[in-house]
């Protein structure tokens, strides 16, 4: 297969995406000649150009103008947004919408991976083509059953491109959501084992399927353990995440560096040995605005309290039983100019910065990484060279994706070309250990490989199994062991602000009450701001990142409402509950 450039990926999907409103009336068009045609899959070239659209699906840190998956995924307890004029960012359904790219997107791409299946399969390519092309198509189709299921629980599985007569599946039930997942296993466990490319960072290979193959299981794994009580499914996944996962580690080895992760160019990236899969920019072709929005003087919102307590100290232990300084108090320092001098506002009343440089250097170093030293709010801002005034609704900056070599793109909107990873060693390793903990088979050899190599890049010292299952943090507030619990803290501050993570896995843990604000208050504080010379609205010394508005949890949360649409359409399709 030709190389997948993302500039390549860009223009197909351009030229032959189609607009549609929502599935039912997608799978009722009947094919256009051209690619109903036998002959038109026949062509190598052709086929390239329909797999190389899924490129689009990974939106990294966005398709040009929109917003993408890193940083702008606010609602978690890493993040609080609230303004004056905006409560804190509530659930992603707070009513039936007519209708959803969460429903409509994933069956416009299962329908586009069926025909290339179909396709390809009457083509007279040659039977290793065939299989490949058939591979990667069902690596999608999987993958997108999963953003399916994970969304919506039980829906509609559709396993070939519909006729316009197909009533019976158009107009079908929704699908259990075991079966569907099983389905999705299915034609990801046929996508390690069969596509042709094996290692290419901007391509589709059998890597990469492994790669989302352990995502999709420790996914299935944790909701069959944690909602379902299903432990003999739960330990059929967890497996299926090792076995994906473990041949991955060595292959793409976590690095030295945590922050070149996010915020290198193309060619840097590209020769990251921990990258398994990456989203590329290059400048005047395609470009981003992550960077930009995250160092403009538009509001960021910054990392929570809750977040920031979840680092570890220098020595290894939590925030409760650490022997290192607890304090998150900050030191105010005369804001100075190029020459040293003093600088004042209009009225000649001196200007400061306000530091946590202190509380940062006993803390995991991966805080320091993500977040400036400097804490800066409304009244307080603070400028990083290359960069506006800048103002945090927590008072915590967002530094983890900037590049100052960026110069005058730094702060210009979709001028960033830095590049976003969508697969990486760290995430593979984190998925594997969890696993392994889970399954009760987690060892310290399978630390050494990964969760220790974590803490070595954070500059913390190393565990050992006995040394996490005895730990006993008082914080833990999730009804599990010591083990699991520090598992799950690392997977945290290790893929802060990352893709939604954080989200999607209080999900499958179902721990999605610990968004609900007014039970667990630290997810709407920000930065200890008790030795600021600038006040403003705080308790107890720490700011009001929600502006007294509270986030309230409701069971119904963890499954998104089917589009009223969908159903109007398809009366065989039920509501989920509470919605």
């Not at 903990?437 to 803490?455: H, P, V």
Request: overall charge negative.
């Amino acid at each position: 297969m030709k190389k997948l450039y993302f500039l390549v990926a860009l223009g197909i999907a351009a030229a032959s995406m189609t607009s549609c409103d929502d599935f039912l009336n997608d799978n009722r068009y009947p094919l256009s000649q051209q690619v109903a045609n036998p002959m038109f899959w026949s062509n190598p070239s052709n086929v390239e150009g329909q797999i190389n659209r899924f490129y689009e699906e990974f939106s990294g840190y966005g398709n040009g103008s929109g917003a993408g998956v890193f940083y702008f995924q606010y609602l978690s307890d890493d993040q609080a947004n609230a303004t004056s004029s905006q409560s804190l960012t509530t659930w992603k359904n707070i009513s039936v919408p007519a209708s959803s790219s969460a429903w409509n997107s994933p069956y416009n791409e299962i329908r586009s991976a069926n025909l290339i299946i179909e396709g390809v399969a009457a083509s007279s390519l040659t039977e290793s083509q065939k299989t490949n092309y058939t591979a990667i198509a069902r690596m999608m189709r999987g993958y997108e059953y999963y953003l399916l299921v994970r969304a919506y629980g039980d829906v509609p599985l559709v396993t070939k491109a519909l006729d316009p007569t197909d009533d019976a599946e158009l107009f079908g039930p929704r699908t259990n959501r075991n079966e569907v997942m099983d389905y999705a296993l299915a034609d990801l466990s046929f996508a390690v084992d069969n596509i042709s490319t094996t290692a290419a960072k901007n391509r589709f290979s059998a890597d990469l399927a492994a790669a989302i193959k352990s995502e999709v299981c420790l996914f299935e794994a944790s909701y069959a353990k944690y909602h379902q009580k299903d432990n003999a499914r739960a330990e059929k996944y967890y497996k299926e995440v090792v076995a994906a996962a473990e041949p991955l580690i060595d292959k793409y080895p976590i690095g030295d560096n945590y922050k070149a992760i996010y915020n290198s160019f193309r060619a840097a990236l590209s020769a990251n040995s921990e990258i398994i899969f990456m989203k590329e920019y290059e400048k005047d072709v395609l470009m981003h605005c992550t960077v930009d929005y995250t160092s403009s003087s538009s509001p960021v919102a910054g990392m929570t309290k809750d977040a920031f307590d979840a680092y570890l100290f220098v020595d290894g232990k939590p925030l409760a039983l650490t022997s290192e300084n607890k304090s998150d108090v900050g030191k105010a320092f005369p804001r100075l100019d190029a020459d040293g001098n003093p600088l004042t506002d209009k009225d000649k009343n001196p200007l400061y910065n306000y530091s946590i440089k202190e509380p940062l250097q006993v803390r995991d170093a991966r805080l320091s990484a993500i977040t400036d030293t400097a804490v800066y709010y409304n009244g307080l801002q603070y400028k990083r060279p290359n960069s506006m005034l800048m103002t945090s609704l927590t008072g915590y900056g967002v530094d983890k994706f900037n590049n100052p070599e960026m110069s005058e793109e730094f702060t210009t909107t979709i001028k960033n070309y830095t590049c976003a990873p969508l697969y990486w060693g760290a995430l593979i390793a984190m998925d594997y250990v969890e696993a392994k903990a889970e399954l009760g088979t987690l060892t310290d050899g399978d630390l050494t490989k990964t969760m220790n190599k974590i803490f070595k890049r954070a500059g913390l010292p190393e565990q050992t199994v006995n040394g996490l299952s005895t730990m006993n943090d008082s914080a833990n507030n999730m009804n599990v062991s010591s083990l699991i619990w520090e598992i799950r803290r690392c997977r945290r501050c290790e893929f802060i602000f990352d893709k939604g993570i954080r989200y999607w896995d209080l999900v499958r843990w179902h721990q999605l009450e610990l968004l609900d604000s007014t039970k667990h208050p630290n997810i709407a504080l920000g930065a200890n701001v008790s030795a600021s010379p600038v006040t403003v609205g705080n308790i107890g010394g720490y700011l009001d990142a929600a502006y007294g508005t509270t986030r309230k949890f409701e069971e119904r949360q963890y499954l998104y409402p089917i589009p009223s649409g969908q159903i109007q359409l398809n009366q065989s399709l039920k509501q989920n509950p509470g919605w």
